[in-house]
């Protein structure tokens, strides 16, 4: 049910899985209650992983994200209200060695993640880096039982899975042919999506999907800032802007548009880590 462009998205994640170079991109469900969000992370898991517990809670430290890196191929985690190890995770994404406990040597481990949120998370480096489905809520006579759901996926499972075969292969035979005149984010993972826009024929389409779901998560980012919505309504008044952090955190409050929230920057350094993020 998602629309055309979103699919896009969702085939780019979900053949990131098969990327055997690169940085795989940290796909993001997010939307309001009974939006599907997730059943959606289930069955994309499930589609190119199965297992028997699909969904995980975040991990609050070192200790459990490494023993969910253990037993999963694709790292996929429900609920998630805060990121306590958006370093370690962005890490796994691109590819880290690991230490386990009672292993000689560390190991090289890389993931696919998949995160299932109400609201963005407070992570501007995670969401810079990722593939985000932003999905509506669904009217009440649209939902369907879990058994209808399960039924549904069950019988669709092989088509997609042959469609996502394919799609791998039309990326690999045209991949070598590729060339990139600039890269927006991640080279690999435009390479490998121009490959397969290639083979489909869809005239850029794919790239064009990844470039607008960037756009627009830079523009959440900024959205979602009290701060940040007025350091940019201040640049836009003024022109150009020339001051310490300190002076900033005086000269963009007179352009608040809204309460200062729980988050908003009270000190020069916060306000000068806030823009650099």
């Not at 462009?5 to 940290?26: K, N, Y």
């Not at 994404?93 to 609201?119: N, Y």
């Not at 292969?169 to 042919?177: C, D, M, N």
């Not at 064009?208 to 309504?233: G, M, S």
Request: net charge positive; proline share 7%.
């Amino acid at each position: 049910d998602l629309p055309e462009r979103d699919c896009r998205l969702a085939l780019s994640s979900l053949m990131s899985s098969f990327q055997t170079d690169g940085r795989h991109p940290v796909l993001i469900i997010t939307g309001p209650c009974q939006s599907g969000k997730t059943r959606m992370a289930m069955d994309l898991r499930q589609l190119v992983d199965s297992h028997p517990v699909p969904l995980l809670p975040m991990p609050n430290d070192d200790r459990e994200l490494k023993v969910a890196v253990l037993d999963n191929a694709i790292l996929a985690f429900d609920n998630v209200v805060k990121v306590p190890l958006k370093e370690e995770l962005l890490a796994l994404a691109a590819g880290t060695a690991l230490r386990f406990p009672g292993w000689s040597q560390p190991v090289q481990c890389r993931r696919p993640i998949i995160m299932v949120c109400r609201d963005l998370p407070d992570a501007p480096d995670l969401l810079e880096n990722a593939i985000i489905l932003r999905l509506r809520e669904r009217p009440a006579q649209a939902l369907k039982s879990r058994s209808e759901l399960d039924r549904r996926f069950s019988e669709q499972h092989p088509k997609a899975g042959g469609s996502l075969v394919k799609a791998c292969s039309l990326a690999l035979e045209h991949r070598k042919t590729i060339k990139l005149d600039a890269v927006h984010n991640d080279a690999e993972l435009e390479r490998w999506n121009r490959a397969l826009d290639k083979g489909l024929n869809l005239g850029g389409k794919m790239l064009a999907a990844l470039q607008h779901n960037l756009e627009q998560t830079l523009a959440d980012i900024v959205k979602e800032r009290p701060a940040i919505r007025a350091f940019v309504a201040l640049v836009k008044a003024k022109g150009t802007v020339k001051a310490t952090a300190t002076q900033l955190l005086d000269e963009i409050e007179p352009f608040l548009d809204g309460p200062k929230v729980a988050r908003y920057p009270t000190t020069s350094k916060q306000l000068a880590k806030l823009l650099r993020d």
